[in-house]
């Protein structure tokens, strides 16, 4: 009953050491057959990290480019997070709600709750660690932050937790514990797909012919 022809665009936000991007990379990989899935490629202006590709994980570019593609408005958000600029392009975004598909973004409590207001139709998913000391664990097994860069995550994690659990100016929908990774990624699944049954999203013209 679900109008099929209009394209999703699908927030998955989380502090840092949360999970969003282990959950989009699940996501895509059990999506890889279905038409249309794609995951939206952001800008930032850091290091690519071991193994990371430009064009892939990241569009890796210079200060000076970022602030740049910023100016003449090409991003849907974009923030300094900890120590470094990132940005959502916004062509990518208009294109899959205008043709159809899946656009997954991992981004940030902040720059969640400005694609929000550009995009009110997209799904907003807050995933959350199982603990404080889950968190800290994860971020530090890591291994790709000096102790500095660690502390500064840390605590810029706690604080977004914070944010996106009791400030509703941040507009999350749903909210994932992502205490196992493959359960959390089933009810991500769950959630985009029980997105089209709302009563807003149904598709009215059927919805009146059957309702009279």
Known sequence: MASDNKGKIVIISSPSGGGKTSICRKLLSRRRKQEGWRFSVSYTTRNPRVGERSGREYHFVGSEEFDRLAARGEFAEHFQVHLYKYGTPR?????????????????????????????????SIFILPPSIEALRQRLTLRGTETREQLNVRFENAVEEMQRG????????????VNEDLGKAVQQVLDIIGAHDCRIENLDQEQLKRITG
């Open 91 to 123: 062509g990518a975004l208009e294109q899959v709600l205008r043709s159809g598909g899946v656009m997954l973004l991992d981004v940030d409590v902040k720059g969640a709750a400005k694609i929000r207001r550009e995009f009110p139709e997209a799904i």
């Open 165 to 176: 659990v009791k400030q509703t100016k941040y507009g999350f929908e749903y909210v994932v």
